[in-house]
């Protein structure tokens, strides 16, 4: 489990990001006690992967996602983990922060990011 702590300009409290790997998925966790929006659960996908994020009524949210490749020892492969690994922490981001990630503008914006990654470092 990898723990760092993000300071926000300007702002406190700071917010808390925690890694967690298992069973082959990523989950991403966020804490972010500023905002209070209750509970709230988003599925998207795309090519038949899947990322699922979760913010609860403390605003802690966790993000699982299959959309990484296993094992990566190709150069490649490496760095389409990497920019899949920025894209999942800007949406685990915005839903903490409160964007609305189901709204068709975002999962649109989603799947073109998703589509620009896979095409830079496609298979």
Known sequence: MRRCFLPIRNSSPTIEVEELCHQNMKSMVIKNPRIQLGKRKYSLSVDGQKLVVKVDSNNVGVLTSTLKRRGAKEYSDILY???????????????????????????????TAYEAIFNVYGN
């Open 81 to 111: 983990n990497a920019s899949i690994d920025g894209m999942e922490s800007v949406i685990l981001a915005c839903a903490c922060a409160g964007v609305d990630i189901d709204s068709p503008e975002y999962i649109q914006a989603f799947e």
